[in-house]
């Protein structure tokens, strides 16, 4: 039988399998990006496929916290797009 990966959501903190959750990717040049395929290399954040887990993270910073940086506006834009298209 084969193992699930789960990972943590930085919204809730929930552990979910991988696959339910979405990716987000800081790459080596600092851009951050979702990964819709989560392939993508670099240091990846899960999220829940909700709106009450993004909301959480934004308000708590948690994206800043995870990527060490300053997250810009339209990265959360893509990230509520995202959600709100059910991936």
Do not use: W
């Not at 084969?2 to 959501?9: E, L, M, Q, V, Y």
């Not at 979405?22 to 951050?32: A, F, L």
């Not at 909301?55 to 940086?69: D, T, V």
Request: proline share 2%.
């Amino acid at each position: 039988m084969k193992k699930i990966p789960t990972r943590t959501c930085i919204g809730c903190g929930e552990q979910k399998p991988k696959n339910e959750l979405i990716r987000i990717v800081k790459n080596q040049t600092g851009e951050i990006k979702v990964d819709k395929i989560g392939k993508l290399s670099g240091r990846g954040a899960y999220i829940c496929d909700n709106s009450e887990c993004l909301e959480k993270a934004i308000r708590s910073k948690k994206l800043e916290k995870a990527f060490e940086m300053k997250i810009e506006e339209n990265i959360y834009e893509d990230l509520k797009n995202t959600i709100n298209q059910g991936v």
